[in-house]
T-cell receptor, first 110, second 113 residues
Framework: EAAVTQSPRSKVAVTGGKVTLSCHQT?????MYWYRQDTGHGLRLIHY???????EKGDIPDGYKASRPSQENFSLILELASLSQTAVYFC?????????FGPGTRLTVL | GDSVTQTEGQVALSEEDFLTIHCNYS??????LFWYVQYPGEGPQFLFR?????EKGSSRGFEATYDKGTTSFHLRKASVQESDSAVYYC????????????FGGGTRLTVRP
């Protein structure tokens, strides 16, 4: 069974602090993605990667960095967390057509 | 840039009702179109896709037809069940076989028993 896992599942961070969200996939997929979900905005793409050691900007990359150290792992980094980054974050991997999503990380920035 | 519009933010139906969720897109090229479903507490799941004009995608009793003329990909189901209650997302895919997705705002479907 294909699997995408995320850690932590929930996090409270302080404004200005650094936050790292981690994603691990056992699908052997090349493509991986980070999205944020906000009420009324659906899912918006932050960063994605199609090969290890390389990342691409998505539609809303400002305030976020991404790191893909291996095919299996993809991290999202908030260097200076802000209130506006409170959201649910989803990681996904992709085979030919279908994206497989993880369970999400609920991030609250106070 | 490319965009997807889902007209209904929320839909409330009774079991065995007919479902339509409207999805319209704007794109410069010829994108692939997708429907995803998200159940409470989970990540979205792929439902189906279509990649050319007049192609019908379907899964689990849901279906949608790619209409390039009206730039639409409306989701339909003949008889909904309570277990269909979820959020439904329409998306368009750009690039390598639709590698980069742009999602609509989502439609929350509630089905009363």
């Amino acid at each position: 069974e294909a699997a995408v896992t995320q850690s932590p599942r929930s996090k409270v961070a302080v404004t200005g602090g650094k936050v790292t969200l981690s994603c691990h996939q056992t699908n052997n997929h090349d493509y991986m993605y980070w999205y944020r979900q906000d009420t009324g905005h659906g899912l918006r793409l932050i960063h994605y990667s199609y090969v290890a050691d390389s990342t691409e900007k998505g539609d809303i990359p400002d305030g976020y960095k991404a790191s893909r150290p291996s095919q299996e792992n993809f991290s999202l980094i908030l260097e200076l967390a802000s209130l506006s980054q409170t959201a649910v974050y989803f990681c996904a991997s992709r085979d030919i057509y279908e994206q497989y999503f993880g369970p999400g990380t609920r991030l609250t920035v106070l | 840039g490319d965009s997807v519009t889902q007209t209904e933010g929320q839909v409330a139906l009774s079991e065995e009702d007919f479902l339509t969720i409207h999805c319209n897109y704007s794109a410069s090229g010829y994108p692939a179109l997708f429907w995803y479903v998200q159940y409470p507490g989970e990540g979205p799941q792929f439902l189906f896709r279509a990649s050319r004009d007049k192609e019908k995608g379907s899964s689990r009793g849901f279906e949608a037809t790619y209409d390039k003329g009206t730039t639409s990909f409306h989701l339909r189901k003949a008889s909904v069940q309570e277990s269909d209650s979820a959020v439904y997302y329409c998306a368009l895919g750009e690039g390598n076989a639709g590698a980069k997705l742009t999602f609509g705002g989502g439609t929350r479907l509630t089905v009363r028993p």
